[in-house]
């Protein structure tokens, strides 16, 4: 069956470049029914490379390099996409359906700029296939088959980590569409109204699935890396966090394009933006340039390919916009007092973080080059990131007051006053009753102006009480996207600077007191699992109101002859009791075994606040869509 698959993927590739060349031409129906047939193939074909994973084919070598009999069938599956090559066999398959869910949807009544959108969508797939099938082929055969294969890497089987890739390249891909929208508004000269209404859906259904599959990596880190923290600023991280951002401003430019017909250029700029530092973090992941636990570790020649495609597709799509941008309408005229103004300077700020990101991820590597070694982590992102990130905040909540067009500087004055009152009490409890830093009493007071600002502008919009449940979904997306990112700030706050963390070395029986928790060592046990053996810790934890069971283990996969260490949870309603279990040691001639244990207060409330920002991504989606009226094309 691999070889169908990979004839059927040789087809897609075949049908893609002629997509991409009839689309340019303009034949709108004959690229859309390639574009569908194309994804039909690559769906064929990437179901025969799970089928291999499933049936345990060892002559298969991706699935001899990256499978076991003994393996959990869940993870048979994931592994199909878990590792480079069955990774970007499932990049091309997005890069298809996005493809082919345009031909089937589009609806903007200008053909020729439908035709040319499915046709830049073509090459992209045809640039990703070509990739796949001439330098990462996951076709390829053994002979002689091995008996066993190697198994996934034991950091990768785990629920999360089964479904994180397919949400990650639902957001990184979906961008590729955003990005072929703005390369045929450009050569037809419109970004306009009808342009963006469309840009505005592609990029909703791109940035709700990437906020998913960033949440998902980043609470696997949480729980199984077993170091208590939920972000690290690892450079995979960074590379799924640049394009977020980037879609972030995309997604608030858009609306000005589509309400006010203002910020073509820009707004377009932005959706060639994000596809670019989408293909830049597969560069990143898949070019062994950077270390990361995230990251596929593959041989320099085929990130340099990658590094070529990113050049190629930016190139193209930077110098079609220096020769169009010029011609474009700007729009009705705005003022800095007014939405327009607000959006934009939250628009500049976005940029300049993603700006700050790129380049606490990549100046290590600027700095080897130069013959020098310099890390960068956690202290450079506080000092630098975080300040912009609180001035985007700052701004959220005034974007969605003011009015369109036009100055308002009372209005202005309202929120200022607000907000400063606002922080002063903060400030104020901080150093009184909450005895927290003032940091993090001002951090408390501007998640707390994001969700009041959100509710404030939610009763606004209703008018009256009755009226709130009628609002478009549109508003009701709005609303929940800034009340998921005001209960992020709120819990990140706490979090950061309420965890309490202890190394306890105990013996059997043995108990220490963390965070008014005492924690006993009831025995440690040897278990067997399908493919790992482990030992496990059973820890009783107490304080005055709750008892909870906490079974921390450190496995061993012999197939891959690798450790890793199994997190123990418990829920108290008001943040994480979190064990880690390290190794044994001897203290006094006493047999003692090691545990890292922390209490992260609130840790669920900034994963709910990530969720609903995913949430209104998705209900943004939702409405029914106007046809449009035919425009001239």
């Known amino acids: 069956m691999i070889e169908a698959g990979h004839f059927a993927a040789f087809l897609a590739l075949a049908l893609s470049l002629a997509q991409g060349v009839l689309g340019l031409r303009g034949e709108r129906r004959t690229a859309g029914l390639l574009a569908v047939t194309a994804f039909g193939l690559m769906g064929l074909s990437f179901l025969t490379i799970v089928n291999a994973f499933v049936m345990s084919d060892f002559s298969v070598t991706l699935v001899a390099n990256n499978s076991h009999t003994l393996k959990p069938m869940v993870y048979k599956i994931a592994g199909a996409w878990g590792n480079h090559e069955g990774s970007m066999a499932m990049w091309c398959l997005v890069t298809l359906g996005f493809g082919a869910a345009a031909a089937a949807m589009m609806r903007t009544g200008r053909e020729l700029f439908e035709a040319r959108a499915l046709g830049v969508q073509g090459l992209l797939a045809t640039g990703a296939l070509a990739y796949l099938l001439l330098a990462s082929s996951p076709y390829l055969r053994l002979d002689p088959a091995p008996f066993q294969g190697a198994g996934l890497n034991p950091l990768l089987q785990d629920p999360a980590l089964a479904i994180h890739p397919p949400m990650l390249y639902l957001g990184y891909v979906g961008y590729s569409f955003v990005f072929a929208l703005a390369a045929a508004g450009l050569m037809e000269g419109r970004i306009d109204r009808v342009w963006a209404k469309e840009a505005r859906v592609w990029s909703l259904a791109a940035f709700g699935p990437l906020t998913f599959g960033i949440a998902l990596g980043s609470y696997w880190a949480y729980y199984e890396l077993g170091w208590g923290g939920w972000w690290f600023w690892d450079p995979v991280e960074n590379a799924s966090l640049m394009p977020w951002?980037?879609?972030?401003?995309?997604?608030?430019?858009?609306?000005?394009?589509?309400?006010?017909?203002?910020?073509?250029?820009?707004?377009?700029?932005?959706?060639?933006?994000?596809?670019?530092?989408?293909?830049?973090?597969?560069?990143?992941?898949?070019?062994?340039?950077?270390?990361?636990?995230?990251?596929?570790?593959?041989?320099?020649?085929?990130?340099?390919?990658?590094?070529?495609?990113?050049?190629?597709?930016?190139?193209?799509?930077?110098?079609?916009?220096?020769?169009?941008?010029?011609?474009?309408?700007?729009?009705?005229?705005?003022?800095?007092?007014?939405?327009?103004?607000?959006?934009?300077?939250?628009?500049?700020?976005?940029?300049v973080a993603a700006l700050t990101v790129l380049l606490g991820t990549l100046f290590p590597l600027i700095a080897e080059a130069f013959g020098r070694t310099i890390s960068v982590g956690e202290p450079y992102f506080?000092?630098?990131?975080?300040?912009?990130?609180?001035?985007?905040?700052?701004?959220?909540?005034?974007?969605?007051?003011?009015?369109?067009?036009?100055?308002?500087?009372?209005?202005?004055?309202?929120?200022?006053?607000?907000g400063a009152g606002l922080v002063l009490l903060f400030v104020l409890l901080g150093v009184g009753p909450l005895d927290i830093p003032a940091g993090a009493a001002f951090g408390l007071a501007v998640g707390v102006w994001l969700v009041g600002g959100?509710?404030?502008?939610?009763?606004?919009?209703?008018?009256?009480?009755?009226?709130?449940?009628?609002?478009?979904?549109?508003?009701?997306?709005?609303?929940?996207?800034?009340?998921?990112?005001?209960?992020?700030?709120?819990?990140?706050?706490?979090?950061?600077?309420?965890?309490?963390?202890?190394?306890?070395?105990?013996?059997?029986?043995?108990?220490?007191?963390?965070?008014?928790?005492?924690?006993?060592?009831?025995?440690?046990?040897?278990?067997?699992?399908?493919?790992?053996?482990?030992?496990?810790?059973?820890?009783?934890?107490?304080?005055?109101?709750?008892?909870?069971?906490?079974?921390?283990?450190?496995?061993?996969?012999?197939?891959?002859?690798?450790?890793?260490?199994?997190?123990?949870?418990?829920?108290?309603?008001?943040?994480?009791?979190?064990?880690?279990?390290?190794?044994?040691?001897?203290?006094?001639?006493?047999?003692?075994?090691?545990?890292?244990?922390?209490?992260?207060?609130?840790?669920?409330?900034?994963?709910?606040?990530?969720?609903?920002?995913?949430?209104?991504?998705?209900?943004?989606?939702?409405?029914?869509?106007?046809?449009?009226?035919?425009?001239?094309?």
């Open 382 to 418: 506080n000092l630098t990131f975080v300040p912009i990130l609180v001035l985007i905040l700052i701004l959220l909540p005034i974007v969605q007051a003011w009015a369109w067009g036009k100055a308002d500087l009372k209005g202005w004055l309202r929120w200022a006053a607000s």
């Open 454 to 633: 959100a509710l404030w502008e939610l009763k606004r919009r209703a008018i009256t009480p009755g009226r709130v449940f009628k609002l478009p979904l549109r508003v009701w997306s709005m609303t929940l996207a800034h009340v998921g990112l005001g209960l992020f700030v709120i819990g990140a706050v706490v979090e950061t600077t309420g965890r309490y963390e202890a190394t306890l070395a105990l013996p059997e029986g043995g108990s220490g007191e963390v965070a008014g928790w005492t924690i006993t060592l009831d025995e440690i046990r040897s278990i067997e699992g399908p493919n790992w053996y482990a030992d496990r810790a059973v820890l009783t934890a107490r304080n005055a109101n709750q008892t909870a069971t906490l079974t921390p283990m450190k496995r061993f996969y012999p197939a891959a002859a690798m450790p890793t260490t199994e997190t123990a949870i418990h829920k108290t309603g008001t943040g994480d009791l979190y064990a880690a279990l390290g190794e044994q040691r001897d203290v006094d001639g006493e047999a003692r075994w090691v545990f890292r244990v922390y209490f992260n207060p609130l840790v669920d409330l900034l994963y709910a606040g990530v969720v609903l920002i995913g949430l209104a991504g998705l209900i943004g989606l939702w409405p029914s869509r106007r046809a449009a009226k035919p425009a001239e094309a």
């Open 245 to 351: 951002l980037i879609g972030a401003a995309l997604l608030h430019s858009v609306v000005v394009t589509e309400k006010r017909e203002g910020f073509a250029a820009w707004t377009a700029l932005l959706a060639v933006l994000a596809f670019l530092f989408s293909i830049l973090g597969a560069f990143l992941v898949r070019s062994g340039v950077l270390t990361s636990v995230h990251a596929f570790a593959v041989d320099p020649e085929r990130g340099t390919l990658l590094l070529i495609g990113l050049l190629v597709y930016g190139g193209f799509a930077l110098g079609l916009f220096a020769l169009r941008a010029p011609k474009l309408e700007g729009g009705k005229a705005w003022t800095l007092l007014s939405r327009e103004g607000a959006l934009m300077a939250n628009n500049v700020v976005l940029i």
